[in-house]
């Protein structure tokens, strides 16, 4: 029977990747059924209460289900996002520790920093892109400011004195305020915080004035009366504000700002593990229960597979480079 297992030199070399594929079938297969072995980890490079956090946990208790093992969510946060991203990026590639990246980490970093501890394209293996969605720039009511116009006339009037809050240096928020500063000839000042709670809690308190908030997260408030809403960052209006203008509807054309959400891997987990997370996290995103919790957040399901997903980031990527070397941005 042994004999039976065993090629020559020769004949490997002669069917070339024919033969490899069916020495690596077997342990693929194997790879597969044997895993998960232990709990898995899925690493949130933010603090509790954010809607990247929220929505890390939706998905685990999901995945837990279906894969029948514990999930954990680890929030790992500080420095943006790039603490609990680097995390990751030098986890054991066994499948079992995953990120749940955002914009910010996983394509803006790449061109705003000097200086990163890890590649975002190459360190990790897109498993889905999960959501999708615009930003939405608030303010507290207390401003006075109801319009778009209000906001740029305010800015205009005392250059500097106008604050917008981020999540973290780094973020899409942070550097939709840069954009946005830019093509309206304004002197914004950028104030980070841990996280996107945080800075809406600082709007929320009269601490700063503004910030291009997740729709997920300052949903809530808006409706609380504690925030007001001036424009959402997608083309067209969203559904969730259905009466709310786009920027580009206010004055700035072409004006996009999509924060997005996804599973990672780092690189090194095998292509059969690969192919098994990212098959059971898109069926998780696809669920019915999941999709009421993304809809009242006005969050746009992606649920892609990891090769459309890494083909998206790879795009995302190069136009964040694009407005980073626009607007002259950078991060030592």
């Known amino acids: 029977m042994k004999s039976n297992f065993i090629l020559s030199r020769r004949k490997l070399l002669c069917h070339g990747m024919a033969g490899t594929s069916l020495l690596a079938a077997p342990y693929a297969r194997a790879e597969s059924r044997d895993f998960p072995s232990e709990p898995i980890t899925i690493v949130v490079p933010f603090p509790p209460g954010g809607s990247t956090d929220l929505l890390a946990r939706q998905i685990g208790k999901t995945l837990s ?38 914009t910010g980490t996983n394509a803006i970093s790449r061109a705003l920093y000097a200086e ?31 319009t778009v116009a ?10 500097g004195s106008m604050t917008y809050g981020s999540p973290g240096n780094g973020t899409s928020m942070h550097l939709t305020g ?19 709670a945080s800075a809406m809690q600082a709007v929320i308190s009269n601490q700063i004035m503004s910030m291009f908030g997740d729709i997920a997260i300052t949903a809530p408030q808006i409706r609380a009366g504690k925030l007001r809403p001036l424009a959402v960052t997608a083309l067209t209006r969203d559904a969730l504000y259905p009466d709310l203008p786009t920027m580009a509807e206010c004055g700035y054309p072409a004006f996009e700002s999509l924060s997005w959400q996804a599973m990672f891997a780092p690189s090194g987990v095998p292509a059969s593990l690969i192919t098994l997370l990212s098959r059971e996290i898109v069926a998780a995103v696809r669920a019915p229960d999941l999709a009421e919790f993304l809809a009242v957040r006005g969050l746009d399901i992606e649920g892609k597979d990891a090769a459309a997903s890494a083909a998206f980031i790879r795009t995302d990527t190069q136009k964040w480079a694009d407005v980073i070397s626009q607007t002259g941005l950078s991060i030592q």
């Open 65 to 102: 289900t279906a894969l029948q093992c514990g999930v954990i969510v680890l929030n790992r946060g500080g420095a943006g996002g790039i603490i609990g991203t680097n995390f990751v990026a030098h986890a054991k590639p066994d499948g079992h520790t995953l990120l749940f990246g955002v």
């Open 116 to 146: 990163l501890p890890f590649d975002p394209l190459r360190d990790f293996i897109p498993l889905s892109l999960v959501v999708s969605a615009p930003l939405v720039l608030v303010v507290n009511p207390d401003t006075g400011i109801h």
């Open 150 to 159: 209000d906001y740029v006339a305010a800015a205009r009037r005392n250059p």
């Open 178 to 196: 840069a954009m946005f500063a830019q093509a309206g000839g304004l002197h914004l000042t950028h104030i980070p915080y841990h996280g996107s």
